[in-house]
């Protein structure tokens, strides 16, 4: 499953309006979605034990079906809900409302719980919903507490018909450091990173599912904007958030493809926590 679609984001939808009931100075709400995911680069609310939420207003109805937090955020072991609305929360619904789990365990994308990685991000996949305004609402925490939320995605995911086609590597990935050479071939490097990385193939089984692609693939992620990449729903506790590498990204026609074009994206972890 592929998502990078987030409703929150201006710099998917510029014309998208995102606002708090609080930001506290430094952390204000324009971080909440900008896709660093640094655990200093968060949003907050000022008032600690107070129920607090964040929102947006799109420039039309939208649908989600995803929910990430990043790596980073405290609402470990607390509840967080998703509210969305056709008439800026005169009315609304709630898409789900669960605690967070605090502990990493294998599970599928569509539990109740949703799942958390092992970096400690938590993702959900729930049933369809549409609307013209979204909220994550959080109920108050407990004494001098309050949330802080590094990154959050809500939007459309994509699940492809069929499975990606071999080879694929769910755990494969790069070692980043520098390092250098002596002449008698003696190395030394520096404090190094485990990044993973890869490529994707797919083809696509209908002209529909290639409108998708173009939306997802080549139009969000094409852009540079980071993805849930989510090998397999049922353990999706093995997400991981990537970035589109500089190669030339698109699909391709291929003589023993039948007449469906082929998709090739290479892909690389988004800033990976370093050890």
């Known amino acids: 499953m592929l998502a990078v679609e987030n409703l929150f984001s201006t710099r998917q939808f510029p014309s998208h309006t995102v606002t708090a009931e609080e930001e506290a100075a430094g952390f204000e709400v324009a971080k909440l ?11 907050t609310s000022t008032t600690a034990n107070s129920d607090t939420w964040a929102k947006v207003a799109c420039d039309q109805m939208r649908a989600a079906n995803f929910i990430a937090l990043d790596r980073g955020h405290n609402l470990a072991g607390y509840t ?3 509210h969305v609305s056709s008439d800026d929360f005169s009315t609304w619904e709630t898409a789900f409302s669960v605690a967070i789990p605090t502990g990493t365990a294998p599970g599928a994308l569509d539990d109740y719980l949703g799942v958390r990685t092992e970096e400690g991000a938590w993702l959900k996949r729930f049933d ?4 013209k305004a979204w909220r994550l609402y959080v109920p108050a925490m407990g004494a001098s507490l309050k949330p802080q939320v590094v990154g959050l995605w809500v939007g459309l995911s994509w699940q492809p018909s069929r499975g990606l086609s071999l080879p694929v590597s769910p755990t494969g990935g790069d070692f980043v450091t520098q390092l ?4 008698m071939g003696w190395q030394g490097r520096g404090r190094g990173t485990g990044r993973r990385a890869g490529t994707l193939l797919y083809k696509y089984v209908s002209e529909l599912e ?10 969000h ?7 849930w990449l989510i090998h397999d729903a049922r353990r999706g506790d093995k997400a991981r958030l990537v970035v589109r590498t500089p190669e030339r990204l698109g699909g ?7 007449n469906k074009p082929s998709l090739s994206i290479g892909y690389v972890e988004h800033e990976p926590r370093a050890a």
């Open 210 to 219: 290639v409108e998708l692609g173009e939306y997802h693939v080549e139009g």
């Open 252 to 258: 391709a026609y291929a003589e023993d493809w039948a």
């Open 80 to 82: 967080v809900q998703l």
């Open 128 to 131: 369809l919903r549409a609307g």
């Open 180 to 183: 250098l050479e002596s002449a």
């Open 221 to 227: 992620f094409g852009a540079g904007r980071p993805l």
């Open 33 to 43: 979605a900008n896709g660093r995911r640094s655990a200093l680069d968060y949003w």
